[in-house]
């Protein structure tokens, strides 16, 4: 079962869902999505941009019980569930690690995970989402990076944005529980044949601001969702970072 909500504006899908779970872990599975957000955001706490009506956005909230599963590479497996659920309307994207979805070269999306506690102990993953549905230049603008939109694809007729969101979300529930039930191993394979920059150079440039960056070939992502650098001969496996392909 999983409650949908569907509001016009909100601050944040995330950030509802993130409040609601540490006051009390919800029930159910919960599907919650906006229109337009005024503070979305994305990985370390970067905005999200678009206009009202310009994405599709949504986050879910899944109860967890008692797992001894590594989560982090949760994104990775959502990522893929959103490809591929992307691929089986033609459209060819790819994962760039650890949490965008990009269409050569350019982003199409992303997705941000984050494991909440309530007063319990009780805990509750949340698992946002972003897909550009339409873009104008002072969006592109404000993205400060190459970005696509579904409708410049010819994709964006296809379906509704209900139709798309609750496409989308149902690959996520399903992905999640595989994931909750074998780890990452069957995603993992799926992952790596999706990879963008796969055997390109690259630079990872670390969260630790003392960290120098590592520059090398992109190899592959390992059984615990690393990025797996190769540079002087050695192998590098990457938990965070940001990763630019070198031109």
């Known amino acids: 079962m999983c409650t949908v909500e569907a509001v016009a504006a ?93 269409i050569g070269g350019r982003k199409l999306g992303g997705i941000l995970t984050e494991l909440v506690a309530d007063r319990n102990g009780s805990q509750t993953l949340v698992v946002g989402v972003g897909i550009n549905l339409r873009l104008d230049e002072g969006v592109r603008t404000k993205i400060g990076q190459p970005a696509i939109a579904l409708e410049e694809l010819g994709h964006a007729a296809q379906q509704t944005r209900e139709q798309w969101i609750g496409q989308f979300g149902s690959a996520i529930f399903k992905a999640s529980a595989q994931f909750l039930k074998m780890g990452f191993d069957p995603f993992r394979t799926r992952f790596n044949r999706l990879l963008d920059s796969r055997g390109e150079l690259v630079d990872v440039l670390h969260d630790a601001a003392a960290a120098p960056p590592l520059s090398g070939r992109v190899i592959e992502v390992d059984h615990d969702g690393h990025l797996v650098i190769e540079a002087e001969g050695q192998r590098h496996a990457i938990s965070v970072g940001d990763v630019s392909v070198r031109r």
């Open 10 to 102: 909100t601050v944040s899908t995330n950030e509802d869902l993130v409040t609601r779970a540490r006051a009390h872990q919800p029930a159910r599975h919960l599907l919650r999505a906006a229109d337009f957000q005024s503070a979305g955001r994305g990985r370390k706490q970067r905005a999200w941009q678009a206009a009202p009506g310009g994405a599709l956005l949504f986050s879910v909230a899944i109860p967890l019980t008692a797992t001894s599963r590594p989560l982090p590479p949760v994104t990775l497996a959502c990522g893929v569930a959103i490809a591929e659920s992307l691929r089986g309307h033609g459209i060819s994207v790819q994962l760039k690690w650890p949490n965008d979805i990009r």
